[in-house]
């Protein structure tokens, strides 16, 4: 069962910070083929975490390390849209309305989350 293999692994990045668990999470999308860049600290410009750098569809990535919240929030969430509309007003990298803009955490949120109804409502406002 795929669950009971992967499981142990990601024991060891449960108490990971943003240190250790932002440059895991733009290697694991370099490692997939992307282009994955790390924006700077403090650097406010750019208000992602990371982004996939594409020539038409730039993805900018919210990431929250297990250190800050274990599960995926409304404030996840709330703040991955923030960082699409700024993309598209700062034009720093290409993108489009349609693309998408991730948020990445260590789980999945609660079942009972606002999350999924904030996603819809974003979808049908956006």
Do not use: M
């Not at 790390?38 to 390390?65: C, F, H, M, T, V």
């Amino acid at each position: 069962d795929y669950e009971q293999k992967i499981t142990p692994y990601l024991e060891n990045f449960r108490s990971y910070n943003k240190d250790k668990f932002y440059p895991l999470i733009s290697n694991l999308f370099n490692l997939l083929g992307f282009t994955c860049e790390l924006s700077r600290a403090g650097d406010n410009y750019q208000r992602w975490d990371a982004i996939i750098i594409d020539e038409i569809n730039s993805i900018p990535i919210e990431i929250k390390s297990p250190g800050d919240e274990e599960f995926i929030s409304v404030k996840a969430i709330r703040q991955a849209f923030e960082n699409k509309i700024i993309l598209l007003a700062r034009k720093q990298y290409p993108t489009n309305h349609s693309t998408s803009s991730l948020s990445v955490g260590y789980n999945l949120p609660n079942e009972r989350s606002e999350v999924e109804t904030l996603i819809g409502d974003i979808y049908n406002v956006f």
